[in-house]
């Protein structure tokens, strides 16, 4: 069969890429799907939403090409298709921070009264880890702290970081880290830390990115 236009017929299929990412529950589906595989029920839990909303999601970015299933007994779990997926998810992101003036509003208003100090360098934190001088927490839940993390970090869900502090050094740095440059959980760790007198910063991006670049990963608890 011949194509009339070709360009056009390309278009259109980049077009449906495009929209299969222009949803927020989407792009926060793609967050937790970095972290690992999840099936449509953990999904619909950690996003509070119900689960046949989270499985038409699901299908209209396994349409895109954005995410595959595969079957573990009788549940079906999902992942990206590949590391493209999170870095179609880091441009849109990338020309919001740098263009979007609600994002600058928002960050302003939430993020930066939490932590506006300049966050570490994966390169910065390779080095400091490599001469122990720093203690990294990892501050996500133990389900995504066991898929994978940084090496020699230690779990401290946010939720659960009071009963945590004993455990921490207090003449070592605390570097902090989540599920991506905006989540939330590390800022509220990062903050508290700061209020209780530790020496606390955050990690510039997330697990998924430590990974993407080929920075090693430990698995388990």
């Known amino acids: 069969m011949s194509i009339a236009n070709p360009k056009q017929a390309l278009y259109e299929q980049f077009a449906v890429v495009a929209k299969a990412l222009g949803h927020p529950q989407r792009l926060e589906i793609i967050e937790h799907l970095a972290q690992g595989p999840r099936s449509v029920e953990v999904l619909a839990g950690k996003l509070g939403l119900p689960i046949a909303n989270v499985s038409q999601h699901l299908q209209a970015m396994r349409r895109a090409g954005l995410v595959t299933s595969n079957r573990d007994g009788k549940f079906v779990n999902y992942c990206l298709a590949d590391e493209r997926a999170l870095m179609a998810f880091a441009a849109v992101r990338a020309v919001a921070e740098r263009h979007s003036a609600e994002v600058e509003r928002v960050v302003r208003r939430w993020f930066d009264p939490r932590d506006d100090m300049e966050p570490v360098s994966r390169a910065e934190l390779v080095m400091r880890m490599e001469n122990d001088l720093v203690t990294v927490i990892d501050v996500r839940p133990p389900d995504e702290f066991e898929l994978g993390h940084l090496p020699g970090a230690i779990n401290v869900p946010v939720t659960e970081l009071e009963n945590y502090l004993v455990d921490l050094k207090p003449d070592h740095e605390i ?36 990974r993407s670049v080929g920075f090693p990963v430990e698995t388990g608890s």
Not at 185 to 201: D, P
Request: aromatic residues 14%; hydrophobic residues 40%.
């Open 175 to 210: 570097v902090a880290y989540c599920r991506g440059p905006w989540c939330v959980m590390s800022f509220e760790a990062i903050a508290e830390l700061r209020k209780r007198g530790y020496r606390a910063r955050r990690l510039e991006e997330g697990l998924p990115e430590w």
